[in-house]
């Protein structure tokens, strides 16, 4: 029976060492992969987190400024064509002075 026993001990002993392996042979190839990621990110020339947000908030402010500016410019077109009425009707009278 104790030869029986030495086996299993072995055996025991031995697939915890084979699992003791693999697991540091993961933690190489994901180390390994991940390397190999951040080399390949590098090369596409990749923006980071921090450079998007800033772009994304300059974005989101020149959107808002185009939005002020567009109230404004309606606002200006709204009062344009009373301003042109006169104009018009000024440059009318003054061309017919000059005719006369």
């Known amino acids: 029976m104790q030869k029986s026993s030495d086996f299993f001990s072995d055996l025991t002993k031995m697939m915890t060492s084979a699992g003791g392996t693999l697991l540091e ?12 990621m951040e080399k ?12 998007f ?3 994304r ?6 959107r808002e400024e185009n939005e002020a500016l567009k109230i404004r410019l309606e606002t200006l077109e709204a009062l344009a064509p009373q301003k042109t009425v006169a104009s018009a ?8 002075t000059k005719k006369a």
């Open 89 to 96: 009707k000024a440059a009318a009278a003054a061309k017919t």
């Open 53 to 55: 947000e800033a772009v």
């Open 40 to 51: 390949w990110a590098g090369k596409m020339n990749m923006v980071t987190r921090d450079e």
């Open 25 to 36: 042979l993961r933690k190489e190839v994901e180390g390994m992969v991940s390397a190999q």
């Open 57 to 62: 908030a300059m974005a989101q402010t020149a």
